[in-house]
């Protein structure tokens, strides 16, 4: 069992979409996967198409119930069935928000979510955990419980820099709480590769990065698909499945696939 922290500091790089589409990838060659809404914007919950205003219970819940170690809610009181029969999902909605604060005084803040995941973790083949754009507390718990990082990065020149106030981050996590913790690879998102910018930061990043963290080989291509698909509660992969978007992530999936192999 592998799990995957999909992560980036700076919003809007296609974290959510890489996680719900990599589920559904996944899933296509029978691999049975527990995706995690790590984030209070309760994106991948609402794009696998649940209203996170209607549900009585959620990943804080649990988170708060390991805190105050009274054991009334666990991981599977709050995971939902999906319109996949090998995925399923521990959503989230805006009480997450409250979490970074209730965090700051608990003893082993940085290992909630991992003590939230063990019970889980012998029956998915992979955990795909959906962070919020932050370097707080809940990434690092994140980071804390993965075996690995999968870092979205568009191909833009302001991404590029924020990824590099990621890596220490990552590195201080592995240094201090979580030494086996790896870095699956860089993918870059919205990708046009017939602009001369865009072609020019993954240039870049290959020879800033190159030579210690993996950069996909698959780009991911701009399209008004990945927009339409959360709008219909699916993933590219189901809404668009010979959309070049979702032909991407077919083959982004054979990387992570070869990569834990």
Not at 62 to 87: E, F
Not at 190 to 206: A, D, G, P, Q
Request: a neutral charge; glycine letters at 4%; charged letters at 20%.
């Amino acid at each position: 069992m592998t799990v995957i922290c999909i992560t980036n500091q700076k919003g809007g790089v296609g974290k959510t979409t890489t996680a719900a589409a990599l589920a559904q990838g996944l899933s296509e060659h029978n691999k049975r996967v527990l995706l995690v809404d790590w984030d209070s914007q309760a994106s991948l919950t609402v794009s696998l198409g649940v209203n996170p205003d209607n549900l009585s219970l959620t990943c804080y819940d649990v988170l708060t119930s390991i805190i105050k170690n009274n054991g009334r809610i666990s991981i599977r009181d709050v995971t939902l069935k999906t319109g996949n029969p090998n995925i399923d999902l521990v959503p989230a909605n805006i009480e997450l928000s409250q979490a970074q604060l209730d965090l700051v005084n608990v003893l082993t803040r940085e290992l909630v979510l991992k003590e939230m995941l063990q019970p889980v973790r012998k029956e998915y083949d992979y955990i795909l955990v959906d962070c919020l754009p932050s370097l707080g507390l809940l990434n690092v718990n994140a980071l804390s419980a993965a075996d690995s990082v999968l870092i979205p990065l568009q191909s833009d020149f302001l991404a590029m820099k924020g990824l590099a106030l990621l890596l220490p981050t990552i590195i201080r996590v592995q240094e201090r709480i979580n030494p086996s913790l790896e870095i699956l690879g860089i993918l870059f998102t919205m990708t046009n590769t017939r602009t001369l910018h865009s072609r020019e930061v993954i240039e870049v990043t290959k020879r800033a990065f190159g030579d210690r963290i993996k950069v996909f080989d698959t780009t991911i291509p701009v399209s008004v698909r990945f927009k339409e698909a959360p709008a219909a509660g699916m993933t590219i992969l189901t809404y668009a499945p010979k959309s070049d978007g979702a032909e991407a992530y077919r083959l982004v999936t054979e990387e992570v696939l070869h990569e834990k192999s």
